[in-house]
């Protein structure tokens, strides 16, 4: 899946960076709006002829996958990134959802591991203060246990989160926040979210499954009426939690034992399990908020 890029003028460090390291597994942290997609395509297009994984854990501005999910790509010769691995989260944002998107990162990393990738390259989402923020990206260091941090700061924003890894064996390298990188407002935010599930449920079409057969994260039974169920994003996942491609509820009646999904899956007889996810859209990609019952 191809990254829109943003023009601009490489820092020097970056392509210190990209020179100097040669194997390992890499954490890329920064606030929001500070490159961190930009310096992962940057990096893969430099490491195109290495076997390189690429780990997309920001659910709401996604380099690799649609939002919502973990994605796990690996780099082709051009340079561009190959989805080939999802975990669903659910939401575009890992408040509420921290413990669910380390392990999601974990399993993915150890994907990469599997596949033999020298380098494994891990992009983050900008939850850095606070509690939640330092939880989430601590976890993920201890978890992942990279050989190199790549910190994108401004000022001094991610101290608190480098000073306990500063003497130990993690090769930090902070690196700068290009000018062209400007702050997005969250109405633009939303419309890039909006445009890439609307790109990606361009083609989707209508299944069917049956309750009977396709297990849930939660009990059918939980959940409310037809009305409240319409436009709740899910994940369609195999027998071992991988998503493979994400659905919409059109239709659902745990009387009648069945749920009918748009989704743009080709093969639904692979589906063994439903996750549902906890934000609601239309096949436009709009977000649905607030609506009466």
Known sequence: MQQERVKLQIPEEWKKVATEITAGKIL????????????????????????????????????LG????????????????????????????PVGHLSATVSA???????SAAWGAPITLVNTCGLIRGEKGQWLKQQKINLI?????????????????????????IGIRRLPVPAAIKRKSEDQRRALREK?????????????????????????????????????LVGLNNADSDTLALGIIEQFSFQAGAVSVLTPLA?????????LGSIRITPCGEEIRNREK
């Open 28 to 63: 890329i942290l920064g606030d929001v709006d500070t490159g961190k997609s930009t310096l992962a395509s940057f990096l893969a297009r430099r490491w195109s002829n290495k076997k390189l994984a690429v780990i997309d854990a920001d659910l709401g501005q996604s380099l």
């Open 66 to 93: 649609p939002p919502v999910v973990v994605s796990l790509g690996h780099c082709q010769p051009s340079g561009e990134l190959k989805l080939v691995s999802m975990r669903f989260i659910g939401a575009t944002s």
């Open 105 to 111: 990162v974990k399993n993915l990393v150890d994907k």
């Open 145 to 169: 246990q990279p050989q190199y941090i790549l910190a994108l700061h401004r000022q001094e924003e991610l101290e608190h989160l480098l000073s306990p890894h500063q003497r130990g064996e």
């Open 196 to 232: 890439r599930f609307q790109q990606y449920f361009q083609e989707a079409k209508l299944r069917q499954f049956s309750l009977q057969t396709i297990r849930c994260l939660l009990d059918w039974s939980s959940l409310e009426s037809n009305e409240r169920c319409q436009g709740l």
């Open 267 to 275: 093969s639904p007889a692979e589906v063994k399990e439903i996750q």
